[in-house]
């Protein structure tokens, strides 16, 4: 059964600084990984994409990296804000299959 | 372009009442599903439908009931609601199999049953 372990589930710093996210899955047949934003009573937004033949992903500040044969992922933010403050989820689609599993998401807290 | 559309919002109901929560999406996705949210728990699949006409589910089908009419809209049954389906519900669709392009996400319907 494939499971997503995202470390660590909060995490604060101050305005500036980079940081890493780190999400980890038992079974590395996945499809693809996908991180999500989700602001505090609102819904999931799509941040970056990384097909399983894929090793990373850029978006602006954002950049995703995917090791399938070890199982992780990293989410790297570059020069963080206070408005890049949110919860970010990690997910992976598995082949042959519609489920996305997630893990528990990492709260981000940016210190102005 | 609006993307995956939710009705409603927030919903009280009272145990025993049924209810329907709307899911609409004008992208031409084949591929929809809903999920629930809970603290702790993450979000887990309920239902998912792969095109028009067919559905299958997810790790927490109880309770829940879907039809899949047409390629927009994907509307989740709550039958006879219970306490433990006080959650926020999340419709999702996605152009291919397996996300091959990744999923898009409705806002949530906030959901709470006394």
């Known amino acids: 059964k494939q499971e997503v372990t995202q470390i660590p589930a909060a995490l604060s710093v101050p305005e500036g600084e980079n940081l890493v996210l780190n999400c980890s899955f038992t079974d590395s047949a996945i499809y693809n990984l996908q991180w999500f934003r989700q602001d505090p009573g609102k819904g999931l937004t799509s941040l970056l994409l990384?097909?399983?033949?894929?090793r990373e992903q850029t978006s602006g500040r954002l950049n995703a990296s995917l090791d399938k044969s070890s199982g992780r992922s990293t989410l790297y933010i570059a020069a963080s804000q206070p408005g890049d403050s949110a919860t970010y989820l990690c997910?992976?689609?598995?082949?042959?299959?519609?489920?996305?599993?997630f893990g528990k998401g990492t709260k981000l807290t940016v210190n102005p | 372009n609006a993307g995956v559309t939710q009705t409603p919002k927030f919903q009280v109901l009272k145990t025993g009442q049924s209810m329907t929560l709307q899911c609409a999406q004008d992208?031409?996705?084949?591929?929809m599903s809903w999920y629930r949210q809970d603290p702790g728990m993450g979000l887990r699949l309920i239902h998912y439908?792969?095109?028009?006409?067919?559905?299958d589910q997810g790790e927490v089908p109880n309770g829940y009931n879907v039809s899949r009419s047409t390629t927009e809209d994907f509307p989740l049954r709550l039958l006879s609601a219970a306490p433990s389906q006080t959650s926020v519900y999340f419709c999702a669709s996605s152009y291919s199999t397996g996300g091959t392009y990744g999923y898009t996400f409705g806002s949530g319907t906030r959901l709470t049953v006394v």
């Open positions: 439908s792969v095109g028009a006409g067919i559905t």
């Open positions: 997910a992976v689609s598995l082949p042959s299959s519609e489920k996305l599993v």
């Open positions: 992208m031409n996705h084949e591929y």
């Open positions: 990384i097909q399983s033949s894929q």
